[in-house]
Structure formats: structure tokens, C-alpha cells
């Protein structure tokens, strides 16, 4: 199971920890990952999601999941969030 945020794509970053005495040793900073369910209105469903809490915020800040899958670059997406916006896309066509 991979750390990586499903709607951003965002994933651990290396570095170093470094000592008051200036030893540096690797070190691995991890996204602050949830596993959450969003709603679709289009959909009338949840989706159970492994999302970073940046990304939530976000994802309220555009109005929505949907909102935030319509305008998000599919580069960026998992497959799994990559259905769901086909499927919201497909959703709203026929509306």
C-alpha cells in the first residue's frame, strides 16, 4: 500500500536528520495521509479514499469532490479517482 494521496498525487519526500553536531543521516517526510469518505452529489455516493488533510481542504475550498475532480489534471489522480470522475463527467452529460 503506497503513501500517496489518491486526488493530489502528493508522496513522501527525502532529506536528511541532522544532529546538533552536524552528523546527517537520511530521513523519509510522509504526507499527512486519511483515509476518508467523500460524497459525490452528482453521484449520491461516498467514496472511501486515502486523501492528504491538504487536500481535503482543498477539496472543500472548490465546492466539493466533484468540483475538484472536474478541474484537477488526470496526471495528478489515481486510477481509483480517475473512474470516479469519468463517472461524475458521464453523470452531469446526460443531466
Known amino acids: 500500500m503506497s503513501r500517496r494521496c489518491e486526488l493530489t498525487g502528493k508522496g513522501p519526500m527525502t532529506g536528511n536528520n541532522v544532529s546538533h553536531a552536524n552528523n546527517k543521516t537520511r530521513r523519509r517526510f510522509l504526507p499527512n495521509l486519511t483515509e476518508t469518505a467523500l460524497?459525490?452529489?452528482?453521484?449520491?455516493?461516498?467514496?472511501?479514499?486515502?486523501?492528504?488533510?491538504?487536500?481535503?481542504?482543498?477539496?472543500?475550498?472548490?465546492?466539493?469532490?466533484?468540483?475538484?475532480?472536474?478541474?484537477?489534471?488526470?496526471?495528478?489522480?489515481?486510477?481509483?479517482?480517475?473512474?470516479?470522475?469519468?463517472?461524475?463527467?458521464?453523470?452531469?452529460?446526460?443531466a
Not at 67 to 92: H, M, P, R, T, W
Open 39 to 94: 460524497m459525490s452529489e452528482t453521484l449520491g455516493r461516498t467514496f472511501r479514499m486515502k486523501v492528504s488533510t491538504s487536500a481535503l481542504r482543498t477539496v472543500d475550498h472548490r465546492g466539493g469532490l466533484d468540483a475538484f475532480l472536474l478541474k484537477a489534471k488526470d496526471a495528478d489522480l489515481s486510477a481509483n479517482a480517475l473512474k470516479i470522475k469519468k463517472e461524475i463527467a458521464k453523470a452531469q452529460a446526460a
